[in-house]
């Protein structure tokens, strides 16, 4: 038997809607290297929607390689970023910007948020080191939104990490792979204006958010907008068909599509949350986005792997497993009533 998918946000195809944008554009010769129609309109949508005319809009074609060139591209060569040590350019992108000769200066989270008195305690540490000279030198505090573990950064939390990286002269990069669901989120008060005035740069998820691929960068900062192209280039981040993520992008912001699906995914998220809880289960982290974390004995986890696949996400006690389960655009009614059932059937 086939196994129904909740382990990712990005396991399925793409939404029917940009399918088909892409399918109606294929015909077409445009200009190359994201300098087509298509690429150009989706970042004139982009900008409108963050009230911002003067930011920079680029398209790449992942995450990784999103963050990596961004940070790489801003970092001098002795300085390193910033991150939560749950972060995912920390754990789960196989050192890529620490390759490119960047270390990862990590800091502990509550459910993967890091504090603004954290940085500012970090970077006075490395500031009043008499040998400073000999360790990395803080250059960009990084942040994602929502977290790793979903949980969501509130307005005044990031206006307060911004404040201390103006005072100490970091770049905010905030890795957006899964904004959407962020942003569409019931307890969220952030807005895309808020982001295009507090980070220095940030992403647009559109890998885990019903594109094909790619991600948009959205930079405005202008010592970061310089010459950006030439490191995309560089990085083999800069596609000769570009088109094909500008097309994507244009299909996602049309209509409101964005955010209608990622709000739906979150629903349909929130109320596994509400059944499981009713049911007694707990969870590793609050509930606020499509990610959940619950916990499960090794039986009922061993007795729904048979028909469900998670993240398996390690034991958090004697008996007791955390699996992560995620909800996005492709997610079925019926196979999330099926979920339920055989949940509480374990209770039963």
């Known amino acids: 038997m086939e196994l129904i998918h909740f382990e990712n946000d990005y396991s399925d195809g793409a939404h029917p809607e940009v399918l088909r944008r892409l399918v109606e554009t294929n015909g077409e010769s445009t200009a190359v290297y994201s300098e087509d129609i298509y690429c150009q309109e989706a970042a004139r949508r982009i900008l409108a929607l963050c009230q911002n005319d003067h930011a920079a809009v680029h398209f790449l074609p992942g995450g990784t390689i999103t963050n990596t060139v961004l940070i790489a591209s801003a970092l001098l060569p002795y300085q390193g970023v910033v991150s939560s040590a749950v972060g995912h350019i ?19 989270s509550k459910d993967g948020k ?26 960009m505090v990084y942040l994602t939104d929502p977290t790793e573990y979903g ?18 002269g970091l770049y905010l990069y905030i890795d957006g792979a899964r904004l959407g669901y962020a942003l569409t989120a019931e307890k ?11 980070a220095d ?24 907008k310089k010459n950006f192209r030439y490191a995309m280039k560089q990085s083999g981040a800069l596609l000769a068909k570009g088109r094909i993520l500008g097309v994507q992008f244009l299909a996602l912001f049309e209509n409101n599509l964005y955010f209608r699906t990622s709000a739906e995914a979150n629903r349909k998220a929130a ?4 059944e499981l809880a009713a049911l007694g289960y707990s969870f590793l982290v609050p509930p606020a986005t ?18 469900y696949s998670f993240c398996p996400m390690g034991r958090v006690g004697d008996d007791a497993f955390c699996v992560r389960i995620c909800t996005n655009w492709a997610t079925r009614d019926e196979d999330v009533n099926a979920l339920l059932n055989d949940i509480a059937a374990l209770r039963s």
């Open 114 to 139: 890091i504090a603004a008195e954290e940085i500012h305690a970090l970077y006075r540490a490395h500031t009043d080191d008499p040998n400073r000279e000999h360790t990395v030198m803080p250059g």
């Open 90 to 108: 920390h754990v789960h992108e196989t050192g890529a910007v620490e390759a490119r000769g960047h270390k990862v200066l990590t800091l502990p």
């Open 201 to 224: 740069a940030f992403s647009i998820g559109g890998t885990k958010q019903g594109a094909l691929l790619g991600e948009a960068l959205v930079i405005t900062h202008d010592a970061l």
């Open 188 to 198: 969220n008060d952030l807005t895309l204006p808020d982001l295009a005035e507090l």
């Open 290 to 307: 499509n990610q959940l974390f619950p916990v499960f004995s090794g039986r009922e986890l061993a007795e729904l792997s048979k028909k």
């Open 271 to 274: 109320r596994i949350a509400e």
């Open 151 to 168: 949980a969501l950064y509130t307005r005044s939390e990031l206006a307060a990490i911004r404040d201390v990286c103006r005072r100490c």
